[in-house]
């Protein structure tokens, strides 16, 4: 799908009705601040919780409005719309993971009320998205760019943090839901579609303690796409699914107190996923005695076990000052079961089970700050501690077959300040070192300021530094035989990442009708990056060294159309981005750029009570470079390839009954129907190629219907 005249007629045609609308309610403009309590509140970054206006940082947020009217499922579900995000999903893994600015998952953090979450073999980052379940998430927020001071390795392109729900309203809350989707066109009860099951109840103690339980089971019952499922027994190659069915389930428990002066929050919650391969080869298995067969095919079982506990303390001093401190212990381990199974008979043999990836985290965060009782000057007094051990088998290679167990520690203490010069300007300067057992110590800065001008104007800039530590497979991987030798490097040493970022805002008001524009321009300069390369030529060895640079430069535009009844959202980003490989003569190291477009619409029917919304986002055609071939004096040659230009869409109705008792949400997922997107400059273009040289980025066109009940009293 190319973007075309067409295209760009429509986006901006939405866009020029909104304006037309707004101005026909147009009045005398109002001052920013008459509004300000309408702001919302943010935490992430912040020295203590205070209006996205205020800020010194630029935060994204996304309410629990906007994930109800999508149904969203995961957050690989509601974050797909954003703008500078790319989803990249893996049929074959069951994971969903996010391209951030270009640059992969490792590259950010995911935090859980600003607790980095375990991954399979770290913390943080490297997260299956389609494993955080959204039932109790009351907002998430997003801070763009690195932010090292205040988060540590690994937040080069920023942090995701999410923010679970915690106050209770009522003495009893009460709420269930089922959801029922198809996955393209495959539906049924049981065998086919996705199925969800949830159950949540929430208990005010008394005036200061609350708890509360939850039960989540999501199944996903995998996408056939012309293959033949599990109980097929011929050799064809159509056994299986092209997408692998999972079941997860999630429990969650938490108690809350909240005091005069003092708030405790703990959370517990156990995660369980299975994962279903199928093998494709078929054994006949035939009895020449008997003349029968009974067909048999090698499939796994992939269980993943999580458990999260979690205790955040925080509170104010007798002298003002106010303390944040976080404690959490996690544990993840990924299993896996292989066996020989009997289609027939569905009997299994030559069962073996092995525990390939291990992660036992702990890590404690605190804060203090107030620390000045000037109204224009305070600071921020804090240290982190990660202790993080475990195993990668499938990553690290033979050689660790052992299951030998990787230990890193890493201890930081951090400070920053914030100046009030005036009502309208702030700044904040911040460094923070670390102290890593396995790499060196790295010193980190930021400094950020916003200045407030007149008539809605809000300019804030920011430049930061954070790093990013290697992973099991860069580190450890080892394959060696007669063809191969693809080896990690342990001395590798963390890639140094450091971003500025520039941010102009500008809120309106016509009357009832409020508008907001955004323009940000980043840069991101990531060096010493890690690449697989051929440390010896003769023989032929690969090795993971640190040989690359990244760099990105973007400008984005989002716009915001309010009034009582209705929200529009228009949004562009144009990213350029430069790989540079110092050892390869041959090399391009130009900027290559790719665009995006987003767009949504909600419209709310009062009389009604239903709410319309529409979500629209377009990435264009994307470039880069592969390494083909060698020239005569044995330098690598590259060539360009490209990914073509894909849409995604999704509408939804949500529909309250009974005073938002009942709720009931029907809709459609990814209406453009995309399953694969042609690369590499494919004879056969468009996004529903089916050339060998594609894609797979989803499973078409599905629809929904979502019953929610809440009971109060």
Not at 314 to 336: E, I, M, P, V
Not at 652 to 670: H, M, P
């Amino acid at each position: 799908m190319i973007l075309n005249k067409n295209y760009l007629t429509i986006y901006f045609s939405f866009f020029l009705v909104g304006i037309t609308f707004a101005q026909k309610n147009k009045t005398v403009v109002k001052d920013s601040t008459i509004v300000e309590t309408l702001d919302e509140v943010v935490i992430t970054g912040q020295y203590n919780p205070q209006s996205i206006k205020k800020s010194v940082h630029n935060v994204i947020v996304i309410d629990r409005k906007k994930i109800d009217q999508q149904a969203a499922n995961n957050l690989a579900d509601l974050l797909n719309f954003n703008l500078n995000l790319n989803i990249i999903p893996s049929a074959q893994t069951g994971r969903s993971t996010i391209s951030f600015f270009g640059l992969d998952s490792q590259y950010f953090n995911i935090l859980v009320d600003n607790i980095p979450l375990v991954s399979d073999n770290g913390v943080g980052n490297n997260i299956d998205l389609t494993q955080i379940n959204l039932d109790d998430i009351e907002r998430i927020e997003i801070v763009e760019g690195a932010v090292g001071v205040d988060y540590g390795a690994n937040a080069v392109s920023g942090v995701i943090n999410i923010i679970t729900k915690k106050s209770i309203a009522h003495d009893w809350e009460i709420q269930a839901f089922v959801q029922e989707e198809t996955v393209s066109d495959e539906y049924t009860w049981f065998d086919q579609g996705r199925h969800i099951q949830a159950f949540n109840i929430g208990h005010k103690i008394n005036g200061k303690w609350s708890a509360k339980l939850g039960f989540n089971r999501n199944q996903f019952a995998g996408f056939y796409n012309q293959r033949e499922g599990q109980n097929h027994y011929t050799n064809d190659g159509l056994r299986g699914y092209d997408w692998l069915p999972k079941t997860q389930l999630t429990s969650k428990a938490n108690l809350n107190y909240s005091g005069t002066n003092f708030k405790l929050f703990y959370k517990f919650e156990y995660f369980n996923e299975d994962l279903n391969y199928y093998d494709a080869a078929v054994r006949a298995n035939i009895d020449t005695q008997s003349q029968t067969s009974n067909p048999s095919a090698t499939d796994r079982i992939y269980t993943t076990n999580r458990f999260v506990n979690n205790l955040s303390l925080s509170g104010s001093l007798t002298s003002g000052a106010n303390y944040n401190a976080s404690f959490s212990y996690q544990t993840q381990k990924r299993d896996l079961n292989e066996f020989n199974y009997y289609i027939l008979t569905k009997e299994k043999s030559n069962q073996t089970d092995e525990t390939y990836q291990s992660s036992d985290v702990f890590f404690s965060k605190g804060t203090i700050n107030n620390l000045s009782k000037s109204d224009t000057f305070n600071y921020q007094l804090g240290y982190e501690t990660r202790f993080i051990k475990g195993f990668d088998t499938q990553a690290s290679g033979e050689v660790t077959q052992q299951d030998k167990t990787q230990q890193q520690n890493n201890y930081a203490v951090f400070m920053s300040s914030e100046y009030k010069l005036s009502n309208k300007l702030s700044l904040r300067p911040g460094v923070r070192y670390e102290y890593n057992s396995k790499f060196k110590s790295q010193v980190l800065g930021s400094f950020s300021a916003r200045y407030l001008l007149n008539k809605g104007y809000e300019l804030r800039a920011s430049i930061g530094s954070s790093y990013r530590t290697p992973n099991f497979e860069e580190l450890y991987y080892y394959f060696v035989d007669s063809n191969h030798d693809v080896r990690g490097n342990q001395d590798l040493t963390p890639e140094q990442g450091f971003s500025t970022f520039l941010n102009l805002k500008k809120r309106s008001w016509f009357g009832e009708t409020s508008m907001t524009n955004n323009l940000k321009l980043s840069y991101i300069n990531l060096t010493d990056k890690i690449e697989l390369a051929v440390a010896n030529t003769t023989p032929l060895q690969y090795q993971y060294i640190n040989i690359d640079a990244y760099r990105l430069i973007g400008f984005t535009s989002e716009n915001t159309i309010k009034q009582d009844n209705w929200t529009f959202n228009l949004g562009a980003t144009l990213q350029g981005v430069s790989r540079i490989m110092n050892t390869e003569v041959n090399a391009e190291n130009d900027f290559l750029y790719a665009l995006q477009l987003n767009t949504s619409a909600t419209y709310l029917v009062k009389d009604w009570d239903t709410a319309f919304t529409v979500l629209l986002k377009h990435n264009g055609k994307q470039q880069n470079y592969i390494a083909e071939g060698s020239d005569t004096e044995g330098r690598t040659l590259f060539k360009k390839y490209t990914t073509d230009a894909y849409s995604w869409m999704d509408a939804s109705i949500k529909k309250s009954f009974l005073n938002n008792k009942l709720q009931a949400t029907i809709g459609g997922r990814n209406l453009l129907d995309i399953t694969t997107v042609a690369t590499n400059g494919n004879t056969t273009t468009g996004t529903h190629s089916t050339n060998n040289s594609s894609l797979l980025l989803g499973y078409g066109r599905s629809y929904y219907l979502k019953l929610l009940y809440n009971l109060n009293f």
